[in-house]
């Protein structure tokens, strides 16, 4: 089982706990909230970051990032399938959402970290794994334009434009579904050549990204969780330099 | 060597008596769009049509030399026959299979009726029944007409929101598991329908439950003991099967009660015919998406020499055939079988 947050009455205790250790504390009771599904858990810690005016960045990556990073382990070593992770998300997105609106543009390095439209393609209704790499994408700091599942072609591109997306990820998890990823590839460099498209789900390839002329696939639905985790783990590397 | 017709060729094959080659067949869709092009109609337009879709099948079989034919091909006709619609893509540019565009949203919505015969006459149930009579009676049943149903927990997800019905395996447990007790009574209750119709085989597609998703914890405790309520309802010949990982369940797959097991290629059939003897029939394991629209003809020849020397009795996609497919990669497909399935295999013998 998780460690709990020590309850109110011990208040005296953790009032007169340094700052530092307070971090520690609430990192360890995020990353275990994310790992054991504790959405209370995660809540409550993730609102005593802020009470406690520690870094809302910090959190999120070294305390409910890391923590999903240890579910993709675990992943890894079969120990969690897929209903864990979906559990570990949500725990994960309990904290962000209590979080998110104090990282500030210095946590990012100044600079937002830009905009992705995600979506999975007409003819799709799966959208697990979509959502897994959108829960990558939000935790990086991105502005996600999520336009859910089996969305039209055109509808892409209309999006990409409209928000002026740097990355546009789409997903098929059928590969009766995958051929619209290529036309909808297509629509979006004829406009604007310089967007990222990445391509994820269980039947896209890297020579299938190729011939389609995308810049990054994922290449099956469990690949995808665990290439966005690992980034995940990359980006928290990145931000402790 | 005596010539059997393809339907005596598929049934000898599950009664396990000597046939006189390797049926060439599938549980799933095999439905190619040259034989749609040929009968000059659109890939949308065939689902909602027995004509289209009895056309459609034969079709492909006698252009290419299938001795078995499998319909419907979209799987949203249970769903849309309990009120959850299908789009079906009708102004889309080319292949897009139906889909369920109004699942319940969770457990609280799940609405069922008491008989569950009433869906046999809802949305196209009653078009795939006509269907299934159009292929039985081609050329005075040459052909062997598969039907197929998805399992209970495959089914469960084309009628609730899938991570509501993940999460829940571990959260509502209970809730699901009644679900699942009624998906069970449904999946039964179309498969019964359909061996009534007089179908030569029926495959079970338990196809989202593979330890891509879940454990085999979790496949023991919730999967099986459903699936092995259906396989007890039905007649012979029954399929079980699941694509995706099935390395770690594949035992008990093979425990469910069905005559034989189905898997794709990420199954390792070796081993899974070690583990499971040479009684056992295995049916796989190529990817039909790799195999027959990606790979150049002259490579498909030895995918399929590899599933029958890693021990399949029958040469099945791991799923259904892309209707894009190449056709010269068919042809080389069906030639291979032909060719390499000559022999016996470890449950079939040869006349």
């Given at each position: 089982?998780?460690?709990?947050?020590r309850?109110?009455?011990?208040g005296?205790?953790?009032n007169t706990?340094?700052?530092?250790e307070?971090?520690k504390?609430?990192?360890?009771t995020l990353?275990?909230g994310v790992?054991?599904?504790?959405?209370?858990?995660?809540?409550?810690a993730?609102q005593?970051?802020?009470?406690?005016?520690l870094?809302a960045?910090?959190?999120?990556m070294?305390?409910?990032?890391?923590?999903?990073?240890?579910?993709?382990?675990l992943?890894?070593?079969?120990e969690?399938?897929?209903p864990?992770?979906l559990?570990?998300?949500d725990?994960?997105?309990?904290?962000?959402?209590?979080?998110?609106?104090h990282?500030?543009?210095?946590?990012?390095g100044?600079s937002?970290?830009?905009q992705?439209?995600i979506?999975?393609?007409?003819?799709?209704v799966?959208?697990?794994?979509?959502n897994?790499?959108?829960?990558?994408?939000?935790?990086?700091g991105?502005?996600?334009h999520?336009?859910?599942?089996?969305?039209p072609?055109?509808k892409f591109?209309?999006?990409?434009?409209?928000t002026?997306?740097?990355i546009?990820?789409?997903s098929?998890m059928?590969?009766?579904?995958m051929?619209g990823?290529e036309?909808?590839?297509k629509?979006?460099?004829?406009?604007?050549p310089?967007?990222a498209i990445m391509?994820?789900?269980?039947?896209?390839?890297s020579d299938?990204?190729?011939l389609f002329g995308a810049?990054?696939?994922a290449?099956?639905?469990?690949?995808?969780?665990?290439e966005?985790i690992?980034?995940i783990?990359?980006l928290?590397?990145m931000?402790?330099? | 060597m005596t010539?059997?017709?393809?339907k005596?060729?598929?049934?000898?094959f599950?009664n396990?008596?000597?046939?006189d080659?390797?049926?060439?067949f599938?549980?799933?869709?095999?439905?190619t769009?040259?034989?749609?092009?040929?009968?000059?109609?659109r890939?949308a337009q065939?689902?909602?049509?027995?004509?289209y879709?009895?056309?459609?099948?034969?079709?492909t079989?006698?252009?290419f030399g299938?001795d078995?034919?499998?319909?419907?091909?979209?799987m949203?006709?249970?769903p849309?026959?309990?009120?959850?619609?299908?789009?079906?893509?009708?102004d889309?540019?080319g292949i897009?299979?139906p889909?369920?565009?109004?699942?319940?949203a969770?457990l609280?919505?799940?609405?069922?009726p008491?008989d569950?015969?009433?869906i046999f006459?809802?949305?196209?149930?009653p078009?795939?029944?006509?269907?299934?009579?159009?292929v039985k009676?081609?050329?005075?049943g040459?052909l062997?007409?598969?039907?197929w149903?998805?399992?209970?927990?495959?089914?469960g997800?084309?009628l609730i929101?899938?991570?509501?019905?993940?999460?829940?395996?571990?959260k509502?447990?209970?809730?699901v598991?009644?679900f699942?007790?009624?998906?069970?009574?449904?999946?039964?209750?179309?498969?019964?329908?359909?061996?009534k119709?007089?179908?030569?085989f029926?495959?079970?597609?338990?196809?989202g439950s593979?330890?891509d998703l879940?454990?085999p914890?979790?496949?023991k405790?919730?999967?099986?003991?459903?699936l092995?309520?259906?396989?007890d309802a039905?007649?012979?010949?029954k399929?079980?099967h699941?694509?995706?990982?099935?390395?770690?369940?594949?035992?008990?797959?093979?425990?469910?009660?069905?005559?034989?097991?189905?898997v794709?290629?990420?199954?390792?059939?070796?081993?899974?015919?070690?583990?499971?003897?040479?009684d056992a029939?295995i049916?796989?394991?190529?990817d039909?998406?790799?195999?027959l629209?990606?790979?150049?003809?002259?490579?498909?020849?030895?995918?399929?020499?590899?599933?029958?020397?890693?021990?399949?009795?029958?040469?099945?996609?791991?799923?259904?055939?892309?209707?894009?497919?190449?056709?010269e990669?068919?042809?080389a497909?069906?030639?291979a079988?032909?060719e390499?399935?000559?022999?016996a295999?470890?449950a079939v013998?040869?006349?």
């Amino acid at each position: 089982m998780a460690r709990r947050l020590r309850p109110p009455w011990e208040g005296f205790r953790r009032n007169t706990m340094g700052k530092e250790e307070l971090r520690k504390e609430l990192l360890k009771t995020l990353h275990e909230g994310v790992v054991e599904f504790e959405e209370d858990q995660v809540r409550e810690a993730a609102q005593r970051v802020l009470d406690e005016g520690l870094n809302a960045y910090d959190a999120v990556m070294n305390g409910l990032a890391a923590g999903m990073q240890e579910v993709g382990d675990l992943y890894d070593q079969q120990e969690y399938f897929v209903p864990e992770l979906l559990m570990a998300a949500d725990a994960l997105y309990i904290g962000l959402d209590i979080l998110k609106p104090h990282i500030t543009l210095a946590d990012l390095g100044d600079s937002p970290k830009g905009q992705v439209v995600i979506g999975t393609v007409q003819g799709d209704v799966h959208d697990i794994g979509k959502n897994i790499i959108k829960m990558m994408f939000d935790v990086a700091g991105f502005t996600v334009h999520d336009l859910g599942r089996d969305v039209p072609l055109e509808k892409f591109v209309e999006e990409q434009l409209r928000t002026d997306s740097e990355i546009v990820a789409l997903s098929a998890m059928m590969t009766t579904t995958m051929m619209g990823m290529e036309k909808v590839i297509k629509m979006i460099k004829d406009k604007n050549p310089d967007v990222a498209i990445m391509l994820g789900g269980a039947p896209v390839t890297s020579d299938t990204a190729d011939l389609f002329g995308a810049d990054g696939y994922a290449e099956s639905a469990g690949n995808a969780v665990q290439e966005a985790i690992k980034m995940i783990g990359r980006l928290r590397e990145m931000q402790a330099k | 060597m005596t010539t059997m017709t393809p339907k005596e060729r598929v049934k000898g094959f599950f009664n396990r008596e000597p046939i006189d080659r390797m049926p060439c067949f599938s549980g799933m869709g095999t439905v190619t769009i040259q034989a749609i092009e040929k009968m000059g109609i659109r890939f949308a337009q065939v689902h909602g049509s027995a004509e289209y879709l009895a056309g459609s099948a034969i079709t492909t079989a006698e252009m290419f030399g299938f001795d078995g034919v499998v319909v419907p091909y979209d799987m949203c006709t249970v769903p849309e026959a309990l009120g959850r619609g299908a789009s079906l893509y009708e102004d889309a540019d080319g292949i897009l299979y139906p889909t369920v565009p109004s699942k319940w949203a969770n457990l609280d919505e799940v609405d069922m009726p008491e008989d569950l015969s009433s869906i046999f006459g809802q949305g196209r149930m009653p078009v795939v029944d006509e269907a299934i009579g159009i292929v039985k009676a081609h050329e005075n049943g040459k052909l062997a007409v598969g039907g197929w149903v998805l399992g209970p927990f495959t089914m469960g997800g084309q009628l609730i929101e899938l991570d509501v019905l993940l999460k829940g395996l571990r959260k509502d447990k209970e809730r699901v598991e009644a679900f699942l007790t009624k998906m069970t009574d449904l999946v039964i209750a179309v498969a019964q329908h359909y061996q009534k119709l007089g179908v030569d085989f029926m495959n079970i597609r338990e196809m989202g439950s593979g330890t891509d998703l879940l454990s085999p914890r979790m496949w023991k405790t919730l999967i099986k003991p459903n699936l092995e309520r259906v396989f007890d309802a039905l007649d012979s010949p029954k399929i079980n099967h699941i694509c995706g990982g099935t390395d770690l369940i594949i035992e008990m797959m093979n425990d469910c009660g069905a005559d034989a097991v189905s898997v794709d290629q990420k199954n390792n059939v070796v081993e899974t015919r070690k583990k499971l003897g040479n009684d056992a029939m295995i049916l796989g394991n190529f990817d039909p998406y790799g195999t027959l629209v990606q790979m150049d003809a002259s490579d498909v020849g030895a995918v399929i020499k590899k599933c029958i020397d890693d021990g399949v009795d029958a040469v099945w996609p791991g799923c259904d055939i892309w209707p894009d497919v190449k056709m010269e990669n068919m042809e080389a497909y069906i030639q291979a079988v032909r060719e390499y399935g000559k022999a016996a295999t470890s449950a079939v013998g040869r006349l």
